[in-house]
């Protein structure tokens, strides 16, 4: 039997988890500001794409990292 493969999609910044990529964009973007590059659309146009947001660097900038499968 084979095991459903369930993406881990996360906001860090809000302790929050997603089961869609869609809600995971939109909360990224409409609490965030985050604007996805094209490679960002690409790479979570992916089946089972698993990314996090978070903020790093000096000003605490949120973005998205993406995880090796």
């Given at each position: 039997a084979q095991v459903p493969i369930k993406p881990i999609l996360m906001c860090f910044v809000c302790k929050l988890s997603f089961g869609y990529v869609r809600s995971f964009i939109g909360h990224a973007m409409g609490d965030h500001n985050i604007v996805l590059?094209?490679?960002?659309?690409?790479?979570?146009?992916?089946?089972?794409?698993?990314?996090?947001?978070?903020?790093?660097?000096?000003?605490?900038?949120?973005?998205?990292?993406?995880?090796?499968?």
């Open positions: 590059s094209g490679e960002e659309k690409n790479l979570l146009a992916t089946k089972n794409v698993s990314a996090i947001l978070q903020v790093s660097g000096r000003e605490k900038e949120p973005r998205i990292s993406f995880l090796e499968p």
